[in-house]
């Protein structure tokens, strides 16, 4: 895959302040190269358990893609002891959430 800008789409619903780590990564067998990587700070909404949109452009290098290999995205919250702080993709369309999705360079 080329080097470039990938967009991510990942709406939430936030029920405490929390930092959120994402990471994209390729996996090719046991070795994991960690292509991008970035925190995000979300507060939740007053009185409200709607989805918040998320939307980031991040620019990663090439990946020499083979047969097998996989593109890994992790994301988890830190910061934070509730468990359920920050629920990605929350309850979708009834939330006013989108799919999440990750748009590959061109």
Not at 85 to 96: C, E, R, T, V, Y
Request: charged fraction near 20%; include cysteine.
């Amino acid at each position: 895959m080329k080097a470039g800008t990938y967009h991510f789409v990942l709406d939430c619903i936030i029920i405490v302040s929390v930092d959120a780590q994402f990471d994209l990564m390729h996996r090719r067998g046991a070795d994991t190269t960690v292509l991008v990587s970035w925190t995000q700070h979300f507060e939740p909404l007053p009185d409200s358990f709607d989805a918040q949109p998320y939307e980031v452009d991040k620019a990663a290098p090439a990946i020499d893609f083979a047969a097998g290999d996989k593109l890994v995205f992790r994301y988890s919250a830190t910061g934070t002891t509730l468990s359920e702080a920050w629920i990605p993709n929350g309850d979708g369309k009834l939330s006013g959430g989108r799919i999440p999705s990750i748009t590959l360079p061109k």
